[in-house]
């Protein structure tokens, strides 16, 4: 196992995420505790320490039976990972009452790692509402021992990033993102490493495989990257990919059963980041994914001064291409419900107007049709 330094701490590269647990009959709720056990008891054999949990997994069970099965375990084995649910607004002002039951929930009297979690459009101006005391609340059971490191994970954008940035910065030890060689540049995860090295805040990895997706390429794709390295796995390349970016500290991987940890595990035995070659191949071969399923908007805004109803076109053709390439997903409806319901693809009345100042031609009114109808 590779092991990354922080704060006089030695990490496991790779993490453990239970949110994606091995589960009975296909129902998310009903995690298979047994086997669930028998992953984490393999983990820990093989030198994973990091192990990540949160309030709303597998319908609030992912603390219990994480906590449950570290319990078996010496604390100093094993370094935990839980985070405060502000993607839901009516648990703004329950901090306290949350903080704790999560602490009997996973059987321990601290947690090493605690995050501000999902920090995105919908929730950031409650998380920065003094009236709310979240902050000062999380700060107040660092100093009392009950957090050791204190964090944020964060879905939504960039000015969302330095918004929070801004207001609490100085105190974020590390900040966990959507990171892969997919939304290197669909997502602008690039930019967001690079803001989160200007404030000396490590970075730690989530949606390494974007939920799976990345597991597998097409044909033509996974031939090419067969050619450069012909020894590597596809999930493989999208570890390496990780592994060549500076200030990544621990990688996360929702693993659902032994195969998935064992594969992981292999990877994750050797230190072998892509060269300029690999890594200029793998992004030709993101681009060539990206291409096949979305639509080519450069964000020139050109189109909004023309739209009778404001919209914000590259906004939403945005999030029609998140929404397009993962065939559904949180992400869109969650960001969408931040705005007022006259700005949403459906708003859209097919004048045609953003579409004949368009310098990439794209057809607007039909993508905010399609987009509409998906959701």
């Not at 078996?72 to 405060?84: G, I, M, S, T, V």
């Not at 892969?180 to 995860?189: E, H, P, R, V």
């Not at 974007?210 to 597991?215: E, F, M, P, Q």
């Not at 500076?246 to 072998?272: K, R, Y």
Request: glycine share 6%.
């Amino acid at each position: 196992m590779i092991y990354k330094e922080f704060h006089g701490l030695q990490l496991s590269a790779l993490g453990l995420g239970a949110m994606r647990l091995p589960v009975m009959d296909g129902k998310d709720n009903a995690i298979h505790e047994a086997a669930a056990f028998e992953m984490v008891d393999r983990a820990l054999e093989q030198g994973i320490n990091y192990f990540d949990t949160a309030w709303g997994y597998h319908g609030g069970n992912s603390e219990l039976v994480l906590g449950r099965a570290l319990r078996r375990h010496p604390r100093d084995r094993f370094y935990l990972a839980d985070k405060f649910p502000g993607y839901d607004l009516s648990n703004m002002d329950k901090a306290e009452e949350i903080f704790n039951r999560q602490l009997e929930k996973c059987q321990v009297d601290f947690f090493d790692f605690y995050l501000f979690h999902n920090v995105c459009e919908m929730n950031i101006d409650a998380y920065l509402d003094p009236k709310y005391g979240i902050f000062d609340y999380l700060k107040e059971q660092k100093t009392n021992g009950r957090i050791k490191h204190l964090g944020f994970s964060a879905h939504g954008g960039m000015e969302v990033l330095k918004r929070f940035l801004d207001a609490y910065g100085r105190d974020m030890e590390f900040c966990q993102i959507q990171l892969n060689y997919l939304d290197w540049t669909f997502q602008d995860a690039k930019a967001k490493v690079e803001l989160l090295r200007s404030w000396n805040i490590p970075v730690w990895v989530m949606e390494p495989l974007r939920g799976g997706h990345l597991a597998s390429l097409p044909d033509e794709q996974a031939a090419h990257l067969a050619a450069v390295r012909p020894d590597e796995t596809i999930p493989g390349w999208a570890f390496r990919f990780l592994q060549a970016i500076s200030g990544v500290t621990v990688i996360l991987s929702g693993m659902s059963n032994l195969e998935q940890l064992n594969a992981n595990l292999a990877t994750f035995s050797t230190d072998a980041p892509l060269s300029e070659t690999e890594m200029t191949a793998l992004l030709t071969a993101a681009s060539e994914l990206l291409g096949s399923k979305t639509v080519p908007c450069t964000a020139c805004r050109y189109c909004v001064n023309y739209c009778p109803q404001a919209l914000d076109i590259p906004m939403l053709l945005g999030l029609y291409n998140e929404h397009s390439l993962t065939g559904g997903g949180f992400l869109a409806p969650m960001r969408l419900a931040a705005l007022s319901k006259e700005k949403w693809p459906n708003a859209c009345i097919a004048c045609r107007s953003c579409e004949r100042v368009c310098p990439q031609q794209i057809k607007i009114s039909e993508a905010l049709d399609r987009f509409a109808r998906m959701l």
